[in-house]
């Protein structure tokens, strides 16, 4: 039973910083591909960011590239997504995703098999 829960969420002025993390009960956690989608309220879902299980590869939306930092710790079961120079557009709820069958390029396609139940953030002009 793989559980992803996320962390982190909050309010914040246009500009600044937060930091999400996902702790996952995963018992191979470096076979899983890790990711972030976010909803904002009246849209559609979205990618965010993944990593593969090693770290070593990553891929970004293009709206968060340069701003937004996504990793891992693989003994400590966690994976993180730094967001700096926060903008109002960013505002929605975040998920952690996890798969073993998706490449990190793959995961904004959506399929992926895991899902956290979310973390709020807003940011305010």
């Known amino acids: 039973q793989v559980q992803l829960v996320e962390s982190g969420g909050g309010a914040v002025q246009a500009g600044g910083s937060l930091r999400l993390s996902c702790a996952a009960s995963?018992?191979?956690?470096?076979?899983?591909?890790m990711g972030w989608f976010r909803q904002a309220p009246g849209k559609e879902r979205e990618f965010v960011a993944a990593?593969?299980?090693?770290?070593?590869?990553?891929s970004y939306t293009a709206s968060v590239k340069g701003r937004f930092t996504i990793s891992r710790d693989n003994a400590k079961n966690t994976m993180s997504l730094q967001m700096n120079s926060l903008k109002p557009e960013d505002t929605a709820v975040y998920y952690c995703?996890?798969?073993?069958?998706?490449?990190?390029?793959?995961?904004?396609?959506?399929?992926?098999?895991?899902w956290g139940k979310g973390t709020l953030v807003t940011v305010s002009s």
């Open positions: 990593i593969s299980g090693t770290g070593i590869i990553t």
């Open positions: 995963i018992r191979t956690f470096s076979r899983y591909t």
């Open positions: 995703v996890a798969d073993t069958k998706v490449a990190a390029p793959a995961v904004k396609l959506g399929a992926m098999e895991y």
